[in-house]
């Protein structure tokens, strides 16, 4: 799994939460959209979680997205806000799936195990 956010804080506490879960595997951490496609196609995770606001965004097509990324590639998009313009952006960019930063602590792991699930009935 690779982990994108351009916040340390965030991702140190998004790792927190997956190493108590045997199942996951942190590979890769990113700072930005640049540098989370770049480790995505170095590394394959099964799962890029992925926030949406990070400086960069605007280097990307968002329709164009999830093109760039390997095939496979499951993507969980996070942020910190839940209004209908982010949720879109989450669709456009091609997310399969969208949770709000105050659900990580009990939701992403479920939404792990559910997309790595999910991708292995689509091999």
Request: aromatic share 4%.
């Amino acid at each position: 799994m690779l982990v994108a956010d351009d916040s340390p804080t965030v991702r140190q506490a998004i790792c927190r939460v997956l190493e108590g879960d045997s199942d996951i595997q942190v590979i890769g951490q990113a700072v930005d959209f640049s540098s989370a496609v770049r480790l995505a196609n170095e590394l394959n995770p099964q799962v890029l979680v992925l926030d949406l606001r990070m400086p960069d965004i605007h280097k990307f097509d968002s329709m164009s997205f999830r093109s760039q990324l390997p095939s496979g590639c499951r993507l969980i998009a996070i942020s910190i806000w839940d209004d209908e313009e982010t949720k879109r952006l989450a669709e456009q960019l091609g997310a399969d799936s969208f949770l709000e930063k105050m659900e990580l602590g009990t939701e992403l792991i479920p939404a792990i195990k559910s997309q790595v699930n999910e991708h292995k009935r689509t091999i």
